[in-house]
């Protein structure tokens, strides 16, 4: 079945500092990625879509200058968290679709900022 | 009004019975419709997904769709202590593809 490899898994950094999270689908293309932030006892909230070779978009509230997504090829999209704050220590999950058939979900990245 | 709503839970079950889940979407033009679980620390795995209004089952458990009355549910049989988890219900609209996910409901299967 449709794999999707996230790492980090689990990451810890210094407050200023920036973090990038990468998603890879190994086993078929994924035209749209999605990425979500989910908080302690939160459900998922969609940060942003990307389609390969394009910009991403960003739900509204989501500064698009923080949260840096790159979707340069059909396998892999990556979340680059700029100028961490405590704040942003978050469970990071990308979730990829191929033309909208399924949705494949990364086993997510637990980031802490300290 | 949330796009997306479920009861929090939690949702206490003897082992054996049945579990009962609904969530309610507000728009009407959403055409497909998904049930996740996941377990705490871990990323939300698939269920099912129900496109059509009816039952739709799946081993343990069965989706339920009723579009005029805007609710989706879940029926999780023989409930086990591994079926302890919480439930997301998500909704794809016609227009995007995007996933818009309810706040989940916890469902604890006691022993």
């Known amino acids: 079945g449709a794999v999707v490899s996230q790492h980090p898994s689990r990451v810890i950094c210094k407050s200023g500092t920036s973090v990038k999270i990468e998603c890879r689908s190994l086993d078929f293309q994924a035209t749209t990625m999605f990425w979500y932030r989910q908080f302690p006892k939160q459900s998922l909230m969609l940060m942003a879509t990307s389609n390969e070779g394009s910009k991403a978009t960003y739900e509204q509230g989501v500064e698009k200058d923080k949260f840096l997504i790159n979707h340069a090829s059909l396998t892999l999209s990556t979340l680059t968290v700029t100028s961490a704050h405590p704040e942003d220590s978050s469970f990071y999950i990308c979730?990829?679709?191929?033309?909208?058939?399924?949705?494949?979900f990364g086993s997510g990245t637990r980031l802490t900022v300290v | 009004q949330k796009e997306v709503e479920q009861n929090s839970g939690p949702l206490s079950v003897p082992e054996g019975a049945i579990a009962s889940l609904n969530c309610t979407y507000s728009d009407r033009g959403s055409q497909s419709f998904f049930w996740y679980r996941q377990y705490s620390g871990k990323s939300p795995e698939l269920i099912m997904s129900i496109y059509s209004n009816g039952d739709k089952e799946d081993g343990r458990f069965t989706a339920q769709l009723n579009k005029a009355s805007q609710y989706v549910s879940l029926l999780i049989r023989d409930s086990q202590p591994s079926d302890s988890a919480t439930y997301l219900c998500a909704e794809r609209r016609a227009a995007g593809n995007k996933l818009t996910f309810g706040g989940g409901t916890r469902v604890l299967v006691k022993p």
């Open positions: 979730s990829a679709s191929y033309r909208g058939s399924g949705y494949t």
